[in-house]
């Protein structure tokens, strides 16, 4: 879903009217000096499995008068515009309806772009200072098939029809589990507009229903968690890329993650900027003169690395390494380890920063190209099963995707992502 830009604006920049309008508008936008900053949940490591990028889509929603709920699952963070008014009000980017002045309160529905496994929700209210909804609700839902229903174009200015409300009612969803039970939110200044709720739901989702009470405004709506598939519909023979974020791939340890998290690499396609891979910063310990050896890869002491658990145990069969977007800022060089873990080892291994235990190699060190996808398969070392793996790029920089192309191996001491308990980050 494309990015919305502001609808028709009103400019009047000699009406004194407009220019009050405006600075009041403005207080809207004020970034105020942030208080002490809290610890981030655990949580914020998975991934988002509503985001537009994967395909999450919102297919109902009561209202839409001021802004689209379609805005929700953006994967941009939440811009305000002082001067950007459309013919039905001030331009928000996030989803707002209308000052109810009828009985009920607003909702919507999510359709998940990978159905799975949620452990948190952030309900994101940046911007909306004097109109924020002052509470939220979710409820989760599993459903065998889609809506044959969802929303299309721009909904500025909207509201449900007759015909929409009789066709998502037969949905139930008002009576669908609740993961969020009704919590009030606090208003979209830069310190308190993540409002983060942790999910204790052991069953799969696949849709939800957010409840504003009882109207007004949400920037974002983030939903962590980890992708289910269904394994027993892939062949035996068939190879797939077991470590994608749509196959239940997640990341669960990084040491660093500068200007983009490690989680972006399993992602669906191939990226569309820097900003949609993973990036480091620079190194501080690298050589003030650097020396290659004799294959070219630079000889310094240090490097980064990312943790992965594959959605299904498997054996890796060819990998693929793509930098494209990196190209001045893409690693020397990479490699790859594995490792088979249990449930209960991999929950040692996050509580001891994964300083514990051997991996083995998978991938032997291969120097990088910018802007490039490498794929690596004669190189491969290791031909067994395995249930973890980590990227080490060295020493430092960018990689816009990792694909692990391989075959699901069921293995009693790691089972797949449905069977295991997610492990406290």
């Not at 890869?297 to 959605?311: D, H, N, S, T, Y």
């Not at 995707?401 to 391989?406: A, D, I, K, P, S």
Request: one cysteine or more; a neutral charge.
């Amino acid at each position: 879903m494309n990015s919305r830009q502001p609808l028709n604006f009103v400019l009047q920049d000699r009406s004194c009217d407009f220019q009050a309008s405006t600075s009041q508008r403005v207080d809207m936008a004020e970034r105020r000096a942030p208080g002490p900053v809290a610890e981030e949940p655990d949580f914020l490591q998975f991934n988002d499995l509503a985001c537009e990028s994967v395909g999450g889509k919102v297919v109902f929603a009561s209202d839409e008068w001021f802004a689209p709920a379609a805005n929700l699952l953006k994967r941009e963070p939440p811009q305000f515009i002082a001067s950007a008014f459309t013919e039905f009000g001030k331009w928000m980017d996030g989803w707002e309806t209308r000052r109810k002045r009828t009985p009920g309160h607003d909702w919507c529905i999510v359709q998940l772009g990978v159905p799975g496994l949620i452990h948190g929700v952030d309900v994101d209210t940046s911007f909306f200072t004097g109109n924020h909804s002052p509470y939220v609700s979710v409820q989760a839902g599993c459903l065998n098939q889609p809506p044959d229903f969802t929303l299309e174009g721009d909904r500025t200015g909207m509201a449900a029809s007759d015909s929409q409300l009789a066709a998502v009612a037969k949905l139930g969803s008002e009576a669908w589990p609740e993961l969020v039970c009704v919590s009030q939110l606090k208003p979209g200044y830069t310190d308190c507009c993540h409002n983060y709720f942790k999910v204790n739901f052991s069953h799969r989702v696949t849709h939800l229903r957010l409840n504003m009470y009882p109207d007004g405004g949400i920037a974002r709506l983030r939903v962590y968690g980890v992708g289910l598939r269904d394994w027993s519909s892939v062949a035996s023979q068939q190879d797939v890329d077991l470590v994608a974020l749509t196959n239940g791939g997640v990341c669960l340890g990084y040491s660093d993650a500068h200007f983009g998290h490690p989680r972006n690499m399993i992602g669906p396609g191939r990226a569309v900027n820097m900003a949609d891979g993973w990036e480091t910063a620079r190194r501080l310990d690298r050589p003030k003169q650097l020396e290659a050896d004799q294959r070219g890869i630079l000889q310094v002491p240090g490097w980064e690395w990312a943790v992965f658990r594959l959605g299904h145990p498997g054996e890796i069969r060819s990998i693929e390494v793509d930098t494209r977007h990196f190209k001045g800022n893409f690693p020397d060089c990479c490699r790859l380890e594995a490792r088979s873990l249990s449930p209960e080892e991999e929950a040692a291994c996050v509580r001891t920063g994964w300083n514990s235990g051997k991996w083995q190699l998978l991938l032997p060190p291969q120097k990088l190209r910018p802007h490039h996808r490498h794929l690596f398969e004669s190189e491969l070392t290791l031909s067994r099963p395995v249930s973890h793996v980590r990227l080490i790029i060295s020493p430092d920089g960018g990689v816009s995707r990792l694909r692990l192309w391989g075959r699901a191996t069921p293995i009693a001491a790691a089972p797949a992502n449905q069977q295991r308990a997610a492990s406290k980050l």
